[in-house]
């Protein structure tokens, strides 16, 4: 039965993009996906009707469904799937004169062939790979794999389409070489199209946040992102930077408009904490790559507290998954990170590559609860500190944010996912 409601999902959403010819921004990558959408949409917004795929939307349900303009997954309702069918042929058989110019979609692979799969449904005229991580080995088998999935995307562009990849990420920038189609290019090395420049934590009016400029052919726009830290965030600009130039804007509208730009929720988000501390809330999702970024901004964090690394589980690493968490523990300790937490049984390598690289047991803690954790926390937490507070989704660390943020009334406008509380 599921398989057929997804079948039917598919042909309509088909349907729907033939009939409207939307042009379609396609974002791929292990890593910065959402960030590069929302960088994308705020550049875009005021000169089309654009429409970004909600929440994570970007597999076979949540694609389908921004095409069709619904913003919930009906789940195991049949009234609401009921619902969703007849929407989609009102935008089939009616005319919805306000249908989006420009459908933004983020397009995940968790398996092989799901890029393709996507594409089918909705082809894209621009297409954007942001890194290619250690994600879904599970399924992948090996980084290569991945990386052949991913610019699997570049495929589906017709001989007009234009492919914009990160140039910083090494494989990426090894394939460069090989891509037939049009291409531009974003980052910090010296030969990309878009720059990313001077990229540091800053703050200004009481506010952290990352400070970088963007350069394009000599001319160059500052740029200031508040409560968003690390340069992922300037990468996501810079990604939205290369969309709207290749698309009529100048890079002085470009800047204006990024000035909108604001960090999903458990993306290097930064949250006021207990005792005048700080959270560097990363838990929307973890591996190795992603941690590795993470951990040098709490390191180059402009503070005179203490640092403290609270990690919980990453998933879906197949076979790599004792090294990666080893990494990252000792990264940990080369980044001179005081504390150490880790909560879940695939985290014990974390607190194992940390005491192999010298830190003392004395400042290292395992907790099988995220709950319990965050609790032991609130009466260690001192004034000035910074947290990093990271894990896969299904760690659900956004517990942890919750039970030491200093207004947690706001956790359902700030967290990414429920808590109990």
Known sequence: MKKILYFILKILAQTVVNKYQPKVIGITGSVGKTSAKKAIFCVLKNKFRVKQSTKNYNNEIGLPLTVLLWEHSPGKNIFKWFGLFIHALTLIFAREEKYP???????????????????????????????????????????????????????????????????????????????????????????SDVRVLNVHLATRENQYGTSFKLSYRGAEVPMFIPEALGWQHAQAAAAGCAVGLSLGLNLIEIGEQLKEYVAEHGRSKLIVGIKNSWIIDDTYNASPQSAAAVLNILHDMPINGRKIAVFGDMLELGSLSEEGHRKVGQQIVELNIDYLFVIGERSRDIARGAKEAGMIEDKIYHFAFTKEAGLFLQDRIKEDDVILVKGSRGSKMEQVVYEIMANPWESKEVLVGPVDK
């Open 101 to 191: 110019e420009i459908l933004i979609l983020e397009m995940g692979a968790d398996r092989p062939g799901d890029i393709k799969y996507l594409t089918s449904i909705a082809k894209p005229s621009i297409a954007v790979i942001t890194a290619i991580g250690q994600s879904h080995l599970e399924f992948f088998g090996t980084i290569e794999n991945v990386l052949k999935e991913k610019i699997s995307i570049l495929d589906s562009l017709n001989k007009d389409g234009l492919g914009i990849i990160n140039s910083d990420d090494p494989l990426l920038r090894r394939t460069i070489g090989q891509i037939k189609t049009r291409l531009k290019t974003f980052g910090q090395n010296e030969d």
